[in-house]
C-alpha cells in the first residue's frame, strides 16, 4: 500500500479537489472538499471514509443505490463519520495517491491516518458492522477470524487479504486455496481467473513458501488439459494461476510434453497461443514455438498491427497538439524496440521451422518498416541462435550494410565466420 495514502500530507496535496458532482440527499456524502471533511472528522474525532467508485461500475452503482442509501446506516454515519465519494473517472490522481486496485473500494481515516481499507462489494448490514469496529478501534482481522467458518465469499477474500498483509501468509493461502476450488463451481457467483490470480500471486512473490500450496490447483488444472485438450476453462485456469506462482518454465516444460495430435484439436484462444509463443520463444526454444501457431504468419500480423498502432497513436497526438514530443519520441523508441524484437525472434522461429520463404518474408517486412542497422544486426544475431544447415547469405549481406551504417559489428561477424559452412 501506498506510502501516501497513510499520511495526512499526502491527503493534502489532492484535498483541494472538491467533490464529484451533486449526491442525492439520501444518500452520507458531504458537499465539503476532501481537505474540509478530513480535517473536520479529525476535529470532531469521527472517521473520515472515502468511497472509490467509477459510473460505468455495476457493483459500484448498485452500492450507490443500495447500500449507500440505507436509512439506518445513513443515520449511524451522520453522526459518527464524514464520507466522501470518489469518481475514479474524474479524480484519477487522488486513485493513484490511495493506491485503491479494484472497485468499488472503501478506503477509512481514524484520527487522522489509514485505519482499513476494503475492496470489492459490500453490503449494508457488513459496511456497517466493518465500520462501527473501526469506530471503537477494532481491526477487521480480529472480527473476521472469529466468524470465519459463517463468513460469505466476499467476506472470505477480504480475510484471506487481510490475513496476507498482517504477514499470516499461511493462514492466507489455505483460504485462497478453498476459494479456488469453491469457485469453480459452475454456480459460483465469481469468476476464480479474475478473482483470484492477482492476490495469490501478490502472496507468493511476498512468501514463495506459500507456492506449495497451490500445486494441487495447477496440477488439478493440467490433468483437465490432458483428458480434454478442448476444455478452454481449464487452460485459462492452468495458464493465469502458473503466470501467478511464477512457473513459466515448468509450463513450457508441461506444454511440450502434450503430443502433437492433443494440441492440434485443442484449439487454445489466441491469448494463450501467444502467451506459450512468448514463453517458448524467451527460452529459444524457436522449434517448438513452431507449433503454437498453424500458420506463423498470424503472429507477424499481431507484431505489425502492435506497431501500426503505436505510430497511429503517435499521429493523433500531433494532430491534437496533446502529446510532448519527448513523449512523442519514448513511444516511438519503446514501438520500434519491440517490433524488432518481436519480428527477429518471429525470424529465427521460421529458420527453425525451415519455411525459408516467410523468413524471407518476415525479413523484408522487419527493414521495411525499420530499415536501420539495429534491425539487421538484430535479425543477425537471433538468426544465429538457431541451428541450421546452411546460414542465410543474406547474413552476412545485413552485417555490411549495418557496417556501412556506423554500427560496430566485428564481434558479430566473428561468430558468423566461426559457424560451420
Known sequence: MSTLSRTLSALILVSVLPLVGPVAAQTPFTELSYEQAFEQSYRDGRLFVIFVDAPWHRQCRSMVEQVWTDPELVAWLGE??????????????????????????????????????????????????????????????????????????????????????????????????????????????????????????????????????????????????????SDRVAWGDWSYLGQALAMEETMVGSWLSLPQEAWTRSDPPPWLRHMLYDMLVAEQKFGAAVRVYPDLSQREDLDLKAFAGQMELIKRGKEKDNLPPARQFAIQDDAAKALRKSMAELYAVALASGDGPLADQVAQKLLAELDDARSRVALVRTGLLVKTETLPPQFATWLGEAEAQGSDVAALRQRLESQPR
Not at 85 to 113: E, H, I, N, W, Y
Not at 141 to 160: Q, S
Not at 202 to 214: I, Y
Request: glycine fraction near 6%; charge should be negative; avoid cysteine.
Open 80 to 229: 459518527n463519520a464524514l464520507v466522501v465519494d470518489l469518481d475514479t473517472t474524474k479524480q484519477p490522481d487522488m486513485v493513484s495517491l490511495l493506491d485503491v486496485l479494484s472497485l468499488p473500494a472503501v478506503v477509512t481515516f481514524r484520527d487522522g491516518k489509514e485505519f482499513e481499507r476494503r475492496e470489492g462489494p459490500i453490503g449494508a448490514v457488513e459496511l456497517g458492522r466493518w465500520l462501527k469496529d473501526i469506530r471503537a478501534g477494532r481491526h477487521d482481522l480480529e472480527t473476521l477470524r472469529k466468524g470465519a467458518e459463517d463468513l460469505g465469499l466476499v467476506e472470505r477474500l477480504t480475510l484471506a487479504s487481510k490475513l496476507a498483509k498482517e504477514g499470516a501468509a499461511r493462514q492466507a493461502a489455505e483460504q485462497y486455496t478453498q476459494l479456488w476450488a469453491e469457485l469453480g463451481a459452475e454456480d459460483a457467483p465469481m469468476r476464480r481467473v479474475p478473482t483470484l490470480t492477482q492476490p495469490i500471486e501478490q502472496l507468493v512473490a511476498a512468501s514463495p513458501n506459500t507456492r506449495m500450496a497451490f500445486l494441487p490447483a495447477l496440477e488439478g488444472a493440467w490433468s483437465r488439459i490432458k483428458a480434454e485438450p
